[in-house]
Protein backbone atom coordinates (compact mmCIF):
# COMPACT_ATOMS: atom_id res chain seq x y z
CA UNK A 1 0.00 0.00 0.00
CA UNK A 2 2.90 2.20 0.88
CA UNK A 3 4.04 1.77 -2.43
CA UNK A 4 1.01 2.69 -4.48
CA UNK A 5 0.24 5.90 -2.29
CA UNK A 6 3.84 7.14 -3.23
CA UNK A 7 2.73 6.92 -6.98
CA UNK A 8 -0.72 8.37 -6.61
CA UNK A 9 1.16 12.15 -5.00
CA UNK A 10 4.07 11.85 -7.57
CA UNK A 11 3.67 14.60 -9.61
CA UNK A 12 5.51 14.64 -13.52
CA UNK A 13 7.71 17.76 -12.41
CA UNK A 14 9.17 15.60 -9.48
CA UNK A 15 12.07 13.61 -9.39
CA UNK A 16 10.47 11.36 -7.34
CA UNK A 17 8.23 9.53 -9.77
CA UNK A 18 9.88 6.40 -11.72
CA UNK A 19 8.10 7.06 -14.80
CA UNK A 20 8.16 11.11 -15.40
CA UNK A 21 11.33 10.89 -17.71
CA UNK A 22 9.40 8.57 -19.99
CA UNK A 23 6.45 10.87 -19.83
CA UNK A 24 8.41 13.99 -20.69
CA UNK A 25 10.01 11.70 -23.62
CA UNK A 26 6.97 10.37 -24.91
CA UNK A 27 5.11 13.98 -25.04
CA UNK A 28 8.50 15.43 -26.23
CA UNK A 29 8.01 13.48 -29.28
CA UNK A 30 4.42 13.25 -29.18
CA UNK A 31 3.86 17.20 -29.16
CA UNK A 32 1.05 16.66 -27.16
CA UNK A 33 2.51 19.29 -24.58
CA UNK A 34 3.09 19.63 -20.94
CA UNK A 35 2.21 16.49 -18.76
CA UNK A 36 0.71 17.63 -15.12
CA UNK A 37 0.66 14.42 -13.36
CA UNK A 38 1.75 10.80 -13.38
CA UNK A 39 -1.33 8.39 -13.07
CA UNK A 40 0.32 5.34 -12.99
CA UNK A 41 -1.38 4.11 -9.71
CA UNK A 42 -4.67 4.40 -11.60
CA UNK A 43 -3.82 1.98 -13.96
CA UNK A 44 -1.93 -0.58 -11.58
CA UNK A 45 0.63 -1.30 -14.08
CA UNK A 46 3.96 -0.69 -14.03
CA UNK A 47 4.26 -0.63 -17.86
CA UNK A 48 1.10 1.53 -18.50
CA UNK A 49 -0.53 2.67 -21.68
CA UNK A 50 -0.50 6.20 -23.42
CA UNK A 51 -3.61 6.89 -22.39
CA UNK A 52 -2.77 7.12 -18.35
CA UNK A 53 -0.82 10.05 -18.89
CA UNK A 54 -2.89 13.16 -19.53
CA UNK A 55 -2.31 16.22 -20.71
CA UNK A 56 -2.07 19.63 -19.25
CA UNK A 57 -5.26 20.97 -18.85
CA UNK A 58 -5.37 24.79 -20.25
CA UNK A 59 -6.27 26.55 -16.38
CA UNK A 60 -3.24 24.48 -14.69
CA UNK A 61 -0.01 26.48 -14.69
CA UNK A 62 3.01 25.73 -16.90
CA UNK A 63 6.37 25.36 -15.34
CA UNK A 64 8.73 28.82 -16.43
CA UNK A 65 11.75 26.55 -17.36
CA UNK A 66 9.65 24.53 -19.97
CA UNK A 67 7.68 28.10 -20.97
CA UNK A 68 10.74 29.32 -22.09
CA UNK A 69 11.80 26.21 -24.64
CA UNK A 70 8.43 26.19 -26.26
CA UNK A 71 7.72 22.84 -24.76
CA UNK A 72 3.91 22.49 -25.04
CA UNK A 73 3.50 24.51 -27.84
CA UNK A 74 2.29 22.66 -31.05
CA UNK A 75 4.81 22.67 -34.12
CA UNK A 76 2.89 24.67 -35.96
CA UNK A 77 2.69 27.75 -33.84
CA UNK A 78 6.47 27.63 -33.01
CA UNK A 79 8.23 30.48 -34.18
CA UNK A 80 11.31 28.46 -35.73
CA UNK A 81 14.18 30.67 -37.13
CA UNK A 82 14.08 30.97 -41.29
CA UNK A 83 16.08 31.38 -43.91
CA UNK A 84 15.25 32.75 -47.18
CA UNK A 85 16.24 31.12 -50.20
CA UNK A 86 15.77 31.91 -54.08
CA UNK A 87 15.16 29.08 -56.46
CA UNK A 88 16.36 29.51 -60.29
CA UNK A 89 13.89 28.29 -62.15
CA UNK A 90 13.62 27.13 -66.18
CA UNK A 91 12.45 30.01 -68.43
CA UNK A 92 10.16 28.06 -69.99
CA UNK A 93 8.29 28.68 -66.60
CA UNK A 94 6.86 32.01 -68.42
CA UNK A 95 4.83 29.56 -70.63
CA UNK A 96 2.56 28.92 -67.03
CA UNK A 97 -0.41 30.68 -67.04
CA UNK A 98 -0.17 31.02 -62.82
CA UNK A 99 2.94 32.19 -63.21
CA UNK A 100 2.34 34.62 -66.14
CA UNK A 101 -0.90 36.16 -64.51
CA UNK A 102 1.61 37.04 -61.36
CA UNK A 103 4.42 38.51 -63.29
CA UNK A 104 2.79 41.07 -65.94
CA UNK A 105 5.74 43.04 -66.02
CA UNK A 106 8.33 40.28 -66.99
CA UNK A 107 11.01 40.81 -69.45
CA UNK A 108 11.27 37.51 -72.18
CA UNK A 109 15.03 36.12 -71.93
CA UNK A 110 15.51 37.96 -68.11
CA UNK A 111 15.63 35.06 -65.59
CA UNK A 112 12.95 33.49 -63.48
CA UNK A 113 12.90 32.72 -59.31
CA UNK A 114 11.03 31.08 -56.54
CA UNK A 115 11.06 32.62 -53.53
CA UNK A 116 10.62 30.82 -50.46
CA UNK A 117 11.36 30.53 -46.37
CA UNK A 118 12.25 27.67 -44.54
CA UNK A 119 13.22 26.45 -41.17
CA UNK A 120 15.10 23.49 -42.71
CA UNK A 121 18.51 24.33 -44.17
CA UNK A 122 17.66 25.56 -47.36
CA UNK A 123 19.37 22.51 -49.36
CA UNK A 124 17.07 19.97 -47.90
CA UNK A 125 14.26 22.27 -48.79
CA UNK A 126 15.34 22.58 -52.43
CA UNK A 127 15.48 18.32 -52.27
CA UNK A 128 11.94 18.34 -51.19
CA UNK A 129 11.03 20.78 -53.99
CA UNK A 130 12.68 19.15 -56.85
CA UNK A 131 11.31 15.55 -55.57
CA UNK A 132 7.65 16.70 -54.97
CA UNK A 133 6.81 16.14 -51.37
CA UNK A 134 3.71 16.99 -50.24
CA UNK A 135 4.57 20.67 -48.97
CA UNK A 136 6.26 21.09 -52.29
CA UNK A 137 5.74 24.05 -54.87
CA UNK A 138 4.40 22.99 -58.22
CA UNK A 139 6.37 25.60 -60.35
CA UNK A 140 10.01 24.85 -58.59
CA UNK A 141 9.32 21.16 -58.99
CA UNK A 142 7.99 21.25 -62.77
CA UNK A 143 10.49 24.05 -63.34
CA UNK A 144 13.56 24.50 -60.44
CA UNK A 145 16.93 24.66 -62.12
CA UNK A 146 19.42 25.26 -58.96
CA UNK A 147 19.43 27.05 -55.49
CA UNK A 148 20.54 30.61 -55.60
CA UNK A 149 21.32 31.42 -52.29
CA UNK A 150 24.51 34.01 -53.41
CA UNK A 151 21.52 36.44 -54.37
CA UNK A 152 19.82 36.59 -51.08
CA UNK A 153 21.39 38.96 -48.68
CA UNK A 154 20.24 37.56 -45.28
CA UNK A 155 22.87 37.88 -41.58
CA UNK A 156 21.17 34.77 -40.32
CA UNK A 157 18.01 32.81 -39.13
CA UNK A 158 15.07 35.48 -38.70
CA UNK A 159 11.61 34.81 -37.31
CA UNK A 160 8.58 33.31 -39.48
CA UNK A 161 6.78 36.75 -39.73
CA UNK A 162 9.81 38.66 -40.68
CA UNK A 163 11.19 35.80 -43.15
CA UNK A 164 7.54 35.72 -44.71
CA UNK A 165 7.71 39.48 -45.31
CA UNK A 166 11.69 39.53 -46.76
CA UNK A 167 10.29 36.87 -48.98
CA UNK A 168 7.59 39.09 -50.22
CA UNK A 169 9.94 41.81 -50.79
CA UNK A 170 12.20 39.92 -52.61
CA UNK A 171 9.95 38.40 -54.74
CA UNK A 172 8.30 42.31 -55.56
CA UNK A 173 11.75 43.37 -56.28
CA UNK A 174 12.72 40.88 -59.00
CA UNK A 175 9.27 42.02 -60.70
CA UNK A 176 9.80 45.54 -60.45
CA UNK A 177 13.66 44.85 -62.53
CA UNK A 178 11.53 42.68 -65.16
CA UNK A 179 12.65 38.94 -63.19
CA UNK A 180 9.92 36.44 -63.23
CA UNK A 181 9.25 35.85 -59.45
CA UNK A 182 7.21 33.11 -58.08
CA UNK A 183 6.19 33.48 -54.36
CA UNK A 184 3.84 31.29 -52.77
Known sequence: MGRNSRKKSSCLYSNKCQHSLRARRLFNQLDYGPVAHCEIAKSGSSNPPQTNIRP???????????KSTGWGIPLAKRSLPRLVYLIELDPAVAADPAFAASNPGYVPGMPCYYAGSTSLPP?????????????ASRIVHKFGLMLRMDLVHQKGPIGRKGAIAKEV??????????YGAWQA
Do not use: F, V, W
Open 169 to 178: KLARDLREKG
Open 56 to 66: MKQTEKQPAAL
Open 123 to 135: QERYGQHISGSKN
